[in-house]
C-alpha cells in the first residue's frame, strides 16, 4: 500500500520560511518523481515544484510564482522529498500536497500523478 505523508505546514507571517516534508512508504521512491501542488480555497490545485528521479536526470522544476524562493530537494535513503519555502507572502496561502509520478518525462498537470498526500496547511499573514 502507498502512501505519502506530508508535515511541516503551520501560520507564519510574510517572510518567514517553512520547511515541509513528504515521507513516502510502500513505493520505490528513488524511481519515481516527485511534486509538490497547492490549492487555495476555490482555486484549481497547481504545479509548485517537480524533483525527477535520479536514474532520470534528477532535475528540478518550478513554477514561475515561486521560483528563486522555493527549493525542492529528495532523500532517497528516507524515502522523503522536502520543500523549503523561504520569503513566504500571503499569496502562497494553501493546502499543499506531495505526489509521485513514475513517469519519467516532466509533467506539471496534478492528474498525471499515480500517488498523493493528504495534504498540510499552509497561511501566511500580511
Known amino acids: 500500500q502507498v502512501q505519502l505523508v506530508e508535515s511541516g505546514g503551520g501560520l507564519v507571517q510574510a517572510g518567514a520560511s517553512l520547511r515541509l516534508s513528504c515521507a513516502t512508504s510502500?513505493?520505490?521512491?528513488?524511481?519515481?518523481?516527485m511534486g509538490w501542488f497547492r490549492q487555495a480555497p476555490g482555486k484549481e490545485r497547481e504545479f509548485v515544484a517537480r524533483?525527477?528521479?535520479?536514474?532520470?536526470?534528477?532535475?528540478?522544476y518550478y513554477a514561475d510564482s515561486v521560483k528563486g524562493r522555493f527549493t525542492i530537494s529528495r532523500d532517497n535513503a528516507k524515502n522523503t522529498v522536502y520543500l523549503q519555502m523561504n520569503g513566504l507572502k500571503p499569496e502562497d496561502t494553501a493546502v499543499y500536497y506531495c505526489a509521485a509520478d513514475r513517469a519519467s518525462i516532466p509533467r506539471m498537470h496534478p492528474s498525471r500523478y499515480d500517488y498523493w498526500g493528504q495534504g498540510t496547511q499552509v497561511t501566511v499573514s500580511s
Open positions: 510502500g513505493l520505490t521512491f528513488s524511481s519515481y518523481a
Open positions: 524533483s525527477a528521479s535520479d536514474w532520470s536526470g534528477g532535475n528540478t
